[in-house]
């Protein structure tokens, strides 16, 4: 089966190169640390920047050529070697902007880690990472994935405790309890997915029970879990908003702008599970023909869904879709809502990752309710990734590059930066119209998709008289209303930083602001230039790189994928869907900035200093179920109490009886024997155990001196790190 396999495949060096470059980098700025700092700092530009290039050709040899792998086959899990590198269109899509952000970050690492403690142990962990985040996508195997996503998790803790501040203690330490308890949920789908599939690769067996069976809640609970921690989906978000102002902005650039979508990539592996296979809209002998789309406004296409929707296991994976689609609205909106009301700019950006990534799932579970017709969900999700880590990503690089020159990122505390810092409000504000989803900007774009995608679930609901019909429209108004509250709360972080008059008391500290250096605003700079060329040339996007991609999947109808690439977006019908939200945004704004905008006294609540009760709060109710978790083993104190008292009795009493015995007979028995039999016995005892031994010590003298390197090495890296 292995050789067969291969055949299809095309071998590569690329894949090793992706993964080796970073990890010699790191070892490179180890080596070279604070005494040769600037050879340091170019040794990572360098080393991201060729990585970079290996992603971009790696991309391009994917998309020709076909999957490509690089196997050692040491090994094997089921029927498949695990450990091995084998990168298809998705993975390569996902690697590609990985490093693209990578790269941006650090330049922008170059001159903003000048004012930071132990900077060489920040370059060493911030390229480990990449190589470990990379790694993730560059394989075809849940158990290789997860090892992958393991180390990049523990390894970014690095980074987000990098200020050993009390806040980034506390940030890291809830980073790393939801890091583990992820994990564990991941790994525990994953063996319940071998045991359903037979295999622990992202593609079943046409005949494994996973397919064919029953829905497996268990497992797919336990795997959308797991990587839903990463991906910030609510309710296991709580980790995001501490951990990504604790950070230094670079890395939660990175947090922000490619880890997050390590979780959603897992889950969408999860989901594409049920895709792979042919039969999975074939299996009726139908032919699925969706003519229309709703977003055209017609239905005809639609009403063939019902009898895709007639197998057991499409109706299962459309319950999946819809179940997504319900976290993903409730990710999207609690983001929004908690983000309107922050001060602080980065915590302010980490809510909105939050509900951005809403956005991502919502795309996701649009797939799995349409099933075989889900091309235009797929496409939508995988183009708000790459638009999300470009925009998200330069938020938080021109966020650094607020603090290095303001030192301040209460953004009622600033104002009129933009006569300051006028590069980095240019690039601020291209992203801000991108995240905003303004018509020419790259969240234009991929909201117009994802709503198309929705209208197209409603459609199909709606033509099979599905009950969930009216849950789909009331996701479609969430959307709608989400992204209204998203341009309000950029519009008000874009006014209070950068163009409101600084208040008298904060004045005097903002008219010695500068402009950041060169090689922050060059990281800025890529990113922002990403987000206008994915939001002027969209065609060229959805035909090269977005559609591709989304043909892989076998199991997605191909006309409907032809469809979702020559989608027009520049169209009246599409542009008048951002009047609503845009409506409702400058509202809210107006609402709550009106005493700035017009020079008045503030009368009634301020709804962006609003704060919300302690009991909405998730943390709120973790720490009530962990108290409550501790409190359970002494609920039965009082009954326990007595048998308590007699265990404790007894074991004093026989303790007693046992030194009794020892001190009046068995030491007089072992005194009066001479001391030449006892020092006999010691002797032969010896020899019988030394021969016994010797030859077992030499049969796993190769182990032993295995752990014994291990603990060494160990011990060197901590060493390592302490010094770093």
């Given at each position: 089966?292995?050789?067969?396999?291969?055949?299809?495949?095309?071998?590569?060096?690329?894949?090793?190169?992706?993964?080796?470059?970073?990890?010699?980098?790191?070892?490179?700025?180890?080596?070279?640390?604070?005494?040769?700092?600037?050879?340091?700092?170019?040794?990572?530009?360098?080393?991201?920047?060729?990585?970079?290039?290996?992603?971009?050709?790696?991309?391009a040899?994917?998309?020709?050529?076909?999957?490509?792998?690089?196997?050692?086959?040491?090994?094997?899990?089921?029927?498949?070697?695990?450990?091995?590198?084998?990168v298809?269109?998705?993975?390569?899509?996902?690697?590609?902007?990985?490093?693209?952000?990578?790269?941006?970050?650090?330049?922008?690492?170059f001159?903003?880690?000048?004012h930071?403690?132990?900077?060489?142990?920040?370059?060493?962990?911030?390229?480990?990472?990449?190589?470990?985040?990379?790694?993730?996508?560059?394989?075809?195997?849940?158990?290789?994935?997860?090892?992958?996503?393991?180390?990049?998790?523990?390894?970014?803790?690095?980074?987000?405790?990098?200020?050993?501040?009390?806040?980034?203690?506390?940030?890291?330490?809830?980073?790393?309890?939801?890091?583990?308890?992820?994990?564990?949920?991941?790994?525990?789908?994953?063996?319940?997915?071998?045991?359903?599939s037979?295999t622990?690769?992202?593609?079943?067996?046409?005949?494994?029970?996973?397919?064919?069976?029953?829905f497996?809640?268990?497992?797919?609970?336990?795997?959308?879990?797991?990587?839903?921690?990463?991906?910030?989906?609510?309710?296991?978000?709580?980790?995001?908003?501490?951990?990504?102002?604790?950070?230094?902005?670079?890395?939660?650039?990175?947090?922000?702008?490619?880890?997050?979508?390590?979780?959603?990539?897992?889950?969408?592996?999860?989901?594409?599970?049920?895709?792979?296979?042919?039969?999975?809209?074939?299996?009726?002998?139908?032919v699925?023909?969706t003519?229309?789309?709703?977003?055209?406004?017609?239905?005809?296409?639609?009403?063939?869904?019902?009898?895709?929707?007639?197998?057991?296991?499409?109706?299962?994976?459309?319950?999946?879709?819809?179940?997504?689609?319900?976290?993903?609205?409730?990710?999207?909106?609690?983001?929004?809502?908690?983000?309107?009301?922050?001060?602080?700019?980065?915590?302010?950006?980490?809510?909105?990752?939050?509900?951005?990534?809403?956005?991502?799932?919502?795309?996701?579970?649009?797939?799995?309710?349409?099933?075989?017709?889900?091309?235009?969900?797929?496409?939508?999700?995988?183009?708000?990734?790459?638009?999300?880590?470009?925009?998200?990503?330069?938020?938080?690089?021109?966020?650094?590059a607020?603090?290095?020159?303001?030192?301040?990122?209460?953004?009622?505390?600033?104002?009129?930066?933009w006569?300051?810092?006028?590069?980095?409000?240019?690039?601020w504000s291209?992203?801000?119209?991108?995240?905003?989803?303004?018509?020419?900007?790259?969240?234009?774009?991929?909201?117009?998709?994802?709503?198309?995608?929705?209208?197209?679930?409603?459609?199909?609901?709606?033509?099979?008289?599905?009950?969930?019909?009216?849950?789909?429209?009331?996701?479609?108004?969430?959307?709608?209303?989400?992204?209204?509250?998203?341009?309000?709360?950029?519009?008000?972080?874009?006014?209070?930083?950068?163009?409101?008059?600084?208040?008298?008391?904060?004045?005097?500290?903002?008219?010695?602001?500068?402009?950041?250096?060169?090689?922050?605003?060059?990281?800025?700079?890529?990113?922002?230039?990403?987000?206008?060329?994915?939001?002027?040339?969209?065609?060229?996007?959805?035909?090269?790189?977005?559609?591709?991609?989304?043909?892989?999947?076998?199991?997605?109808?191909?006309?409907?994928?032809?469809?979702?690439?020559?989608?027009?977006?520049?169209?009246?019908?599409?542009?008048?869907?951002?009047?609503?939200?845009?409506?409702?945004?400058?509202?809210?704004?107006?609402?709550?900035?009106?005493?700035?905008?017009?020079?008045?006294?503030?009368?009634?609540?301020?709804?962006?200093a609003?704060?919300?009760?302690?009991?909405?709060?998730?943390?709120?109710?973790?720490?009530?179920?962990?108290?409550?978790s501790?409190?359970?083993?002494?609920?039965?104190?009082?009954?326990?109490?007595?048998?308590?008292?007699?265990?404790?009795?007894?074991?004093?009493?026989?303790?007693?009886?046992?030194?009794?015995?020892?001190?009046?007979?068995?030491?007089?028995s072992?005194?009066?024997?001479p001391?030449?039999?006892?020092?006999?016995?010691?002797?032969?005892?010896?020899?019988?155990?030394?021969?016994?031994?010797?030859?077992?010590?030499?049969?796993?003298?190769?182990?032993?001196?295995?752990?014994?390197?291990?603990?060494?090495?160990?011990?060197?890296?901590?060493?390592?790190?302490?010094?770093?």
């Amino acid at each position: 089966m292995e050789v067969e396999k291969t055949t299809e495949l095309v071998f590569s060096i690329l894949p090793t190169l992706a993964l080796g470059l970073p990890i010699l980098g790191a070892a490179a700025a180890a080596f070279a640390g604070e005494r040769r700092a600037r050879l340091r700092n170019w040794l990572v530009v360098a080393s991201s920047g060729l990585t970079l290039l290996v992603a971009i050709l790696m991309l391009a040899r994917v998309f020709s050529s076909g999957t490509v792998y690089f196997n050692l086959d040491i090994m094997r899990i089921g029927d498949r070697f695990v450990g091995n590198l084998e990168v298809d269109a998705l993975g390569a899509f996902f690697a590609f902007f990985a490093a693209v952000v990578w790269f941006a970050a650090s330049l922008h690492a170059f001159k903003y880690m000048d004012h930071e403690q132990k900077r060489t142990r920040f370059f060493f962990f911030m390229l480990l990472t990449e190589a470990a985040t990379l790694g993730v996508f560059m394989v075809q195997d849940f158990f290789t994935l997860y090892l992958f996503f393991e180390a990049m998790g523990l390894m970014a803790y690095v980074l987000v405790v990098h200020s050993e501040t009390a806040k980034a203690r506390a940030a890291a330490t809830k980073y790393i309890v939801m890091t583990i308890i992820g994990g564990l949920s991941l790994l525990a789908g994953i063996f319940l997915y071998l045991g359903y599939s037979g295999t622990i690769g992202f593609v079943p067996p046409v005949e494994s029970v996973w397919l064919t069976g029953s829905f497996k809640v268990v497992a797919l609970v336990c795997l959308i879990a797991g990587f839903g921690v990463k991906a910030g989906m609510v309710p296991l978000h709580v980790w995001l908003p501490d951990a990504h102002p604790a950070a230094p902005s670079p890395a939660s650039a990175l947090l922000s702008g490619v880890m997050i979508k390590v979780g959603a990539y897992g889950i969408l592996r999860t989901v594409l599970t049920f895709f792979q296979q042919p039969p999975l809209h074939e299996a009726e002998g139908h032919v699925v023909e969706t003519a229309s789309h709703a977003a055209e406004g017609a239905a005809h296409g639609a009403a063939q869904g019902v009898a895709h929707g007639a197998s057991s296991l499409a109706t299962n994976v459309q319950t999946l879709g819809l179940i997504i689609i319900g976290f993903a609205v409730l990710t999207m909106f609690v983001g929004m809502i908690l983000a309107l009301v922050q001060r602080d700019i980065k915590r302010t950006l980490a809510y909105s990752s939050v509900s951005q990534m809403g956005y991502i799932l919502f795309g996701v579970g649009c797939l799995g309710f349409l099933g075989a017709e889900g091309g235009m969900g797929m496409g939508g999700s995988l183009y708000h990734i790459m638009n999300h880590a470009f925009f998200k990503g330069c938020f938080f690089l021109a966020a650094g590059a607020i603090v290095f020159c303001a030192h301040e990122l209460d953004m009622f505390k600033l104002g009129g930066l933009w006569r300051r810092m006028p590069i980095t409000t240019i690039f601020w504000s291209i992203s801000a119209l991108g995240i905003m989803g303004i018509v020419f900007f790259n969240g234009f774009v991929s909201k117009t998709l994802l709503h198309h995608a929705i209208l197209e679930s409603h459609v199909l609901a709606e033509s099979g008289h599905l009950a969930s019909a009216g849950w789909i429209k009331a996701a479609e108004i969430i959307f709608i209303i989400t992204s209204g509250g998203t341009i309000a709360y950029i519009t008000k972080m874009t006014y209070y930083t950068f163009f409101r008059r600084p208040r008298e008391e904060d004045a005097g500290h903002i008219e010695h602001v500068k402009e950041a250096p060169l090689w922050m605003l060059a990281g800025m700079g890529i990113l922002a230039a990403g987000v206008l060329f994915n939001g002027l040339f969209p065609g060229l996007l959805l035909g090269k790189l977005i559609a591709p991609t989304v043909e892989t999947v076998h199991g997605l109808d191909p006309e409907l994928v032809e469809h979702m690439a020559n989608t027009h977006i520049f169209i009246w019908a599409n542009i008048k869907e951002i009047m609503v939200p845009l409506a409702i945004g400058i509202s809210i704004f107006i609402l709550g900035a009106w005493p700035d905008l017009f020079g008045l006294k503030r009368r009634g609540p301020d709804i962006f200093a609003m704060r919300l009760p302690r009991w909405l709060g998730v943390d709120y109710w973790y720490v009530r179920v962990a108290r409550a978790s501790l409190a359970l083993p002494f609920m039965g104190h009082r009954a326990y109490e007595p048998v308590k008292d007699q265990v404790v009795k007894g074991m004093k009493a026989g303790a007693g009886g046992t030194v009794q015995l020892v001190r009046d007979v068995i030491y007089p028995s072992l005194t009066s024997k001479p001391l030449g039999w006892v020092r006999e016995n010691s002797l032969q005892l010896y020899g019988d155990a030394r021969s016994r031994l010797m030859p077992r010590l030499r049969e796993y003298q190769g182990d032993i001196a295995v752990g014994a390197l291990v603990i060494a090495v160990s011990l060197t890296m901590f060493l390592i790190m302490k010094l770093l």
